[in-house]
């Protein structure tokens, strides 16, 4: 039973738009959510995160919404450029001594068009 | 070298051979993991080390054995392995204690077994 849904495998959009990545959890022990992006050949790179505290993390064009009660969670890309073209994870930890133990989203590939 | 550094990049094997996976980091952690990702699978946790403590074995074979001499290096041997564990195996390390959720990959290995 998969706990971290990305149920959009792929996501296309025109390079200065917004791009929005959603995430879907089931389990309610997860406590802090965070988001990495992977180019080909390369390991993910974190990009921001938020705790279960907090709804929304802003980190210059990239800003992370949490809506605890709906278990769901977005990255919002404003504005998309090229670069951003990449597999974008979604990620969650129970925190306490699961530090590091991450569950997984399978992945949303996104390509900005210039 | 900065970052976590993996070796080798790419890896064929037959399933009677033996092969080592290698893991730096160089970020002054005390946390290392060992992830896998197989085709269309999101990434999985396999192993967690803190402070050389193997903290953490996530139900995975015993053809998969991981070593960790010290709080810099990681090891995953491998032995008698199956045409299904070929996937891509990502190394991380963290800060526990710290912001010890955010992991930083490694560039992983390209496993295949024939």
């Known amino acids: 039973d998969q706990q971290v849904k990305q149920n959009s495998p792929s996501l296309s959009v025109q390079e200065g738009r917004i791009s929005i990545l959603n995430c879907d959890y089931t389990n309610s022990m997860f406590d802090y959510f965070l988001w990495y992006k992977k180019y080909p050949a390369e390991g993910p790179t974190f990009l921001i995160s938020i705790s279960s505290i907090k709804d929304k993390n802003e980190d210059g064009r990239f800003t992370v919404f949490l809506n605890k009660s709906a278990k769901h969670l977005s990255l919002h890309i404003v504005p998309s450029q090229p670069g951003d073209s990449a597999v974008y994870f979604c990620?969650?930890?129970?925190?306490?001594?699961?530090?590091?133990?991450?569950?997984f989203g399978q992945g949303t590939i996104l390509t900005v068009h210039p | 070298e900065t970052g976590v550094t993996q070796t080798p990049r790419h890896l064929v094997m037959g399933m009677t051979n033996k092969k080592s996976l290698k893991c730096e980091q160089h970020l002054g952690h005390n946390a290392m993991y060992w992830y896998k990702q197989s085709a269309k699978k999101p990434l999985e946790l396999m192993f967690v080390y803190n402070f050389k403590e193997q903290t953490e074995n996530n139900s995975v074979p015993s053809r998969f054995s991981p070593e960790c001499p010290n709080s810099s290096h990681l090891f995953l041997h491998l032995h008698t392995l199956q045409p299904e564990d070929s996937a891509l195996y990502l190394c991380?390390?963290?800060?526990?204690?710290?912001?010890?959720?955010?992991?930083?990959f490694g560039s992983g290995t390209q496993l295949s077994v024939l």
């Open positions: 991380a390390s963290s800060q526990e204690g710290g912001e010890g959720e955010k992991l930083f």
């Open positions: 990620a969650a930890s129970a925190g306490g001594t699961s530090y590091g133990k991450l569950t």
